[in-house]
């Protein structure tokens, strides 16, 4: 339930192949290889997080990612990046930028 926020806690911290600090991942979230997922610190995902993790998908520090978005498999998210809303991120998102759309693309610096 939305209000078992420890409960929410243990499963992102015990199931992901790494999870940071302040790591926040709003429900629902859907995942298929959660163990192939690695995310830094201050890290939020808004509500209907999809994340298909054929292969490796590392995710930086400081990392907003809208509602709807849906993260495809081997991308690597750099640090300091926001992902728009209802974005499919099929390509790797470059340090300090900001991407939406699909396909997912860098749209501008994120200062």
């Known amino acids: 339930a939305p209000c078992q926020l420890e409960e929410r806690e243990r499963m992102i911290r015990e199931h992901l192949g790494r999870a940071g600090n302040n790591c926040v991942i709003e429900q629902p979230f859907h995942c298929d290889f959660w163990e192939r997922v690695f995310v830094g610190d201050n890290f939020f995902a808004n509500y209907n997080f999809v994340v298909l993790a054929g292969n490796k998908i590392e ?14 498999p081997g991308v690597t998210i750099g640090n300091n990046v926001v992902i728009g809303a209802g974005s499919v991120v099929t390509k790797d998102i470059p340090d300090n930028t900001i991407a939406y759309g699909n396909p997912c693309r860098v749209r501008r610096e994120n200062k």
Do not use: Q
């Open 59 to 72: 995710i930086g520090d400081n990392v907003w990612i809208g509602g709807g978005a849906i993260i495809m």
